[in-house]
Every structure is written in structure tokens, then in C-alpha cells.
């Protein structure tokens, strides 16, 4: 895989993006009118944070369950099921007067399907490009950065647009919005995709997930690039999480912003960086991920801050470093639940910060909180490149050639 224009050439590769592309959309502007709701309703950071990222909490106990699904259903038909159900999800929370545990309840189930999605999702990624592309795990790992800059455009675009939407109508009328493009998004996949079959034989259950994950986390390389893929990144969303309270009245903005900068850093890092350049590169982006959110323990303006989140967000293209390694270190037929483990752990690990996060900030502020997270994003990236240099230095050196 040698360009972006490869990859569109590439059978299915269009509407998965498309359908894709539909989902993020929905998320986002669903995100934002869900998080602006309850900080309205309970003037509260911690809660706010949690109903925008509170999903992602429910990724982890989805994985363990449900991710053998990843490889033995049929992709098409779950793809469009996972979109439908937060079709149905999403208007229900749009009714009024909803209690608040009814609406924490609906988003832990939201978190439990989709931590199917995205091992069904990147693992059909990984089959349509290494059917039709030259590239192996290099057209993945192109593939992979054309998503994330998709998922980087229709942020800003999304949040732009929820911003406004906000300003304009109510939350629920936004949330309703979201509903809509994830029925979408369940149509584009229903269309445009063709029929495969699993990847994998079995049926999908929780005893062949089990097997799986273990199989999956026994092996310390392997385990230590799904520790950098989870922890590092997913604490920095602990400071997004909380860009609600931090400026009620320019969180669109601030989310369009690290989206911008992660679009920037997919692009370098997708495109420009050399092989060899790129391998070493995933240390110092997760340090650049974290160190200018540890400004915000001045509380700058706005300006400022968005210029802070920007420059931060292009370390989000460490997290392509890190899943070309774990392809290159996973059996083909565990592709898509090994992408699946690691969206769920990520995915897991970012409700997990933001509920820390938005914790601290209650207690103190959510400037204060914001800088705290950050420095143990820094502390945990040290330590795992540590753990990964020790490993290397230990492991057996290749046998002599007779």
C-alpha cells in the first residue's frame, strides 16, 4: 500500500470508511449534547465527564465476554447491528425526563456493545486491505491513519456542529441528531459491504473469549504494547473529559482543537515519518501526548489552552506506532480480536481516567486536574519504556546460523 489513493481503490475499503465516518460524527455530536445535558442538569464535573465518557467503562467487561464475537459473527451484520442498537440507545436518552440512573444505565450498555464494534470493525480493516493492497501490515497501519484523520475531521466537524446545535436547539434535539447518523451508519454498512464469512470457526462465548485474551496478554512484548496503547493516552482523555467544566461556554472549541492536532499527528506520523524513524517514535510522542497539558495547572485562557491542546494532540499518533508493533506480534487469526482487545482496554481506560479526573476536579478544580493527569500520563510512559528496554536487553539473542 503506497498511497491513499490505493487504498480507496481497494474493494470495501469506501463504505467501511463511510460508515465509519457517520458513527464518529454521531458520537461526537452525541457526546457533547449528552455531557452539556448533565452538567446543565447537576452542575457537577465528575458526572459530566463520566455520561460523555462512561461507555468507554464498560469496554473491559464487554472484552471479557462478548470479544470472541470479534472473529466468529459475520462482520457486515455486526456492524450494522452495533449500529442500530446505539440508534436505539441514543433516542433514549433524548426522552424527557429520563432519570439520571436510567441514562447511566443505557450508556453501561452502549459501553457493552461496542466494545464488539471496534474488534469487528478493525479487523474487517486489517482482511479488506490485506486482501487487495501490497502493503501487509504497512497498508494496516496506512488504513488505520486515514480513519483516525476521518475520525479527526468529523470532531472538529462534529463538535463545530454540536456546538452550534447547542446554542441553537436543546441537547435532546441533538441527541436525536446522533440517533440518526448512527442509523446511517448501520445503513452504510447494510449497502456497502459485502457478505464475509467470520474469520474464525466457533461459535462466539465467553470461555473462547477468556482463552483468547489470555493467550493474547501471555506474552510480555505483547502485553507491554497493549499497556502503552491503554494507559498513557487514556489518562490524557481524562484532561479532555473535563473540557466541559474547565470552559463551558469554548468546550466545542477545545475538542475541535485536539482533534486538529491529532489529525496533524496521524498524518505525520501515517505518512512522513520513515520506518525507521517511526518505530522509535512512540516514547516520545506519549511525552508530547502529555507535557503541555501540564500548563494548565495555570489556568491559561482560552486561546492559550487551545493552543496547548492542539500541540499535545499530534502525540496521539503514537498509538499507530504501537498497533503496527502489536500486527506484527498477533496471529492473523486473532486479528480483530486482538484490535478489539485494545480498543476495549483503551476505550476502558479513558472512562476510567475521565471518572479520576473529573474526580480530582471536584475536589479541586478541573485546571488543577487536568495538570495532575497529566503528569501520570509522563510517569506511566517513563515506566513502560523502561519495562520495554529491560525486555529487550533480556531476550535471547537469535540462534547462529549453521
Known amino acids: 500500500m503506497r498511497s491513499y489513493q490505493d487504498l480507496f481503490r481497494t474493494p470495501e475499503f469506501t463504505p467501511l470508511f463511510l460508515s465509519a465516518a457517520a458513527?464518529?460524527?454521531?458520537?461526537?455530536?452525541g457526546g457533547l449534547a449528552l455531557g452539556t445535558l448533565v452538567y446543565r442538569a447537576t452542575d457537577s464535573p465528575l458526572l459530566s465527564a463520566v455520561s460523555m465518557f462512561g461507555p468507554s467503562l464498560a469496554q473491559m467487561l464487554g472484552a471479557t465476554l462478548f470479544l470472541s464475537g470479534a472473529d466468529r459473527l459475520p462482520p457486515r451484520r455486526a456492524l450494522a447491528g452495533v449500529s442500530l442498537a446505539f440508534a436505539a440507545g441514543t433516542a433514549l436518552l433524548a426522552l424527557p425526563g429520563l432519570p439520571l440512573g436510567a441514562l447511566f444505565a443505557v450508556i453501561f450498555v452502549q459501553g457493552l456493545v461496542a466494545s464488539l464494534g471496534g474488534g469487528v470493525r478493525w479487523g474487517l480493516l486489517n482482511e479488506i486491505l490485506a486482501d487487495g493492497a501490497r502493503g501487509g501490515n504497512d497498508g494496516y497501519l496506512l488504513g488505520r491513519s486515514v480513519f483516525n484523520m476521518m475520525s479527526g475531521l468529523m470532531q472538529i466537524t462534529g463538535y463545530a456542529a454540536g456546538g452550534a446545535l447547542l446554542a441553537l436547539l436543546s441537547p435532546?434535539?441533538?441527541?436525536?441528531?446522533?440517533?440518526?447518523?448512527?442509523?446511517?451508519?448501520?445503513?452504510?454498512?447494510?449497502?456497502?459491504?459485502?457478505?464475509?464469512?467470520?474469520?474464525?470457526?466457533?461459535?462466539?462465548?465467553?470461555?473462547?473469549?477468556?482463552?483468547?485474551?489470555?493467550?493474547?496478554?501471555?506474552?510480555?512484548?505483547?502485553r507491554l504494547t497493549y499497556l502503552g496503547l491503554w494507559l498513557p493516552n487514556g489518562l490524557i482523555v481524562g484532561c479532555e473529559s473535563l473540557y466541559v467544566s474547565y470552559a463551558p461556554g469554548a468546550a466545542g472549541t477545545l475538542f475541535a482543537c485536539a482533534a486538529l492536532g491529532m489529525l496533524a499527528g496521524d498524518v505525520t506520523v501515517g505518512r512522513l515519518l520513515p520506518p525507521a524513524v517511526?518505530?522509535?517514535?512512540?516514547?516520545?510522542?506519549?511525552?508530547?501526548?502529555?507535557?503541555?497539558?501540564?500548563?494548565?495547572?495555570?489556568?491559561?485562557?482560552?486561546p492559550v489552552a487551545a493552543c496547548l491542546v492542539t500541540l499535545a494532540?499530534?502525540?496521539?499518533?503514537?498509538?499507530?506506532?504501537?498497533?503496527?508493533?502489536?500486527?506484527?506480534?498477533?496471529?492473523?487469526?486473532?486479528?480483530?480480536?486482538?484490535?478489539?482487545?485494545?480498543?476495549?482496554?483503551?476505550?476502558?481506560?479513558?472512562?476510567?481516567?475521565?471518572?479520576?479526573?473529573?474526580?480530582?476536579?471536584?475536589?479541586?478544580?478541573?485546571?488543577?486536574?487536568?495538570?495532575?493527569?497529566?503528569?501520570?500520563?509522563?510517569?506511566?510512559?517513563?515506566?513502560?519504556?523502561?519495562?520495554?528496554?529491560?525486555?529487550?536487553?533480556?531476550?535471547?539473542?537469535?540462534?547462529?546460523?549453521?
Open 278 to 302: 517511526r518505530r522509535r517514535a512512540a516514547t516520545p510522542l506519549l511525552l508530547l501526548l502529555a507535557v503541555p497539558y501540564l500548563a494548565f495547572a495555570l489556568h491559561p485562557p482560552v
Open 313 to 402: 494532540s499530534a502525540g496521539f499518533g503514537a498509538s499507530l506506532v504501537q498497533q503496527e508493533r502489536l500486527m506484527t506480534l498477533t496471529p492473523a487469526e486473532l486479528s480483530g480480536h486482538a484490535l478489539g482487545l485494545h480498543s476495549a482496554g483503551m476505550l476502558t481506560m479513558q472512562g476510567v481516567s475521565a471518572s479520576l479526573a473529573g474526580a480530582v476536579a471536584q475536589g479541586t478544580s478541573p485546571a488543577a486536574a487536568m495538570a495532575a493527569t497529566a503528569g501520570a500520563s509522563i510517569a506511566v510512559t517513563a515506566t513502560l519504556a523502561a519495562a520495554s528496554r529491560r525486555t529487550r536487553a533480556t531476550a535471547p539473542s537469535p540462534a547462529p546460523a549453521p
Open 172 to 222: 435532546r434535539a441533538s441527541l436525536l441528531l446522533s440517533a440518526a447518523l448512527y442509523a446511517v451508519a448501520a445503513a452504510g454498512a447494510c449497502l456497502g459491504l459485502t457478505r464475509r464469512p467470520p474469520r474464525a470457526t466457533g461459535r462466539p462465548s465467553v470461555a473462547a473469549t477468556w482463552r483468547a485474551n489470555a493467550r493474547l496478554l501471555a506474552d510480555r512484548p505483547r
Open 23 to 29: 458513527q464518529t460524527m454521531a458520537q461526537t455530536v
